[in-house]
C-alpha cells in the first residue's frame, strides 16, 4: 500500500511538473505571439532579417578619424561590414555560414575561428532578438513571469533557438 501510495505521489508530481512547464512554454509563447504583433507583426519582421545599415562619425586610434561604415546582414548566417576611414584605409570584413575573411588595405585574409564564432553569436543573438524564429519547432521558451518597467506590466521570457544559449 506505500508504494502505491509513492507511486500515485510521484505520477501526480510528474503530471504538474508536466503541465506547468507545458503552461509555461505556452505562456511564454503568447507573449513573443503579442511581442511580435507590437513591432509590426510578422511579415515586417521577417522581412527584417535582411538589412542594410550605414552609419558615419568618428572613431579614435591615437588620433580622430572620420569614418562611414555599411553593415548587411542577412539571417541567420551572413554578415558583411565595410569600413572606410578617411586616411583612405579600408576595412571588408564578411562571414557566410562557417566561413569568413577580411581584406584590409586591398590584402585578404581568412578570418580566424574566434572571430567567425563571434560573428556567429551576434547573428545568433540578433535571430532571438527578431523573435520570429522563437515560434519555430527548434524554440526553447520559459517564462520568468511578470514584472513592473517602471508602471507598465511586463513579461520575462528566456528563449533559446536550436540548442543555443539562452537569451
Known amino acids: 500500500m506505500a508504494n502505491l501510495k509513492f507511486a500515485t505521489t510521484v505520477l501526480f508530481s510528474a503530471v504538474l511538473l508536466f503541465n506547468s512547464v ?36 568618428t572613431i579614435f586610434f591615437g588620433q580622430p578619424q572620420k569614418f562611414t561604415d555599411e553593415l548587411i546582414v542577412s539571417l541567420p548566417t551572413k554578415i558583411k561590414l565595410d569600413i572606410k576611414l578617411d586616411t583612405k584605409e579600408n576595412l571588408l570584413m564578411c ?4 566561413k569568413g575573411w577580411s581584406i584590409v588595405s586591398g590584402f585578404p585574409i581568412d578570418l580566424s575561428k574566434e572571430k567567425i564564432v563571434e560573428l556567429k553569436d ?34 520575462g ?3 533559446s533557438i536550436a540548442g543555443g544559449p539562452e537569451v
Open 122 to 155: 551576434e547573428c545568433y543573438f540578433l535571430q532571438v532578438v527578431n523573435l520570429v524564429p522563437l515560434l519555430g519547432p527548434t524554440a526553447k521558451l520559459a517564462s520568468l513571469g511578470e514584472s513592473k518597467l517602471g508602471n507598465t506590466p511586463v513579461m
Open 22 to 57: 507545458a503552461f509555461a512554454q505556452q505562456d511564454a509563447q503568447e507573449g513573443i505571439k503579442k511581442a511580435i504583433e507590437a513591432h509590426g507583426g510578422k511579415e515586417a519582421l521577417i522581412k527584417a532579417q535582411q538589412y542594410k545599415r550605414t552609419s558615419s562619425g
Open 157 to 159: 521570457i528566456k528563449a
Open 95 to 98: 562571414m557566410e555560414e562557417e
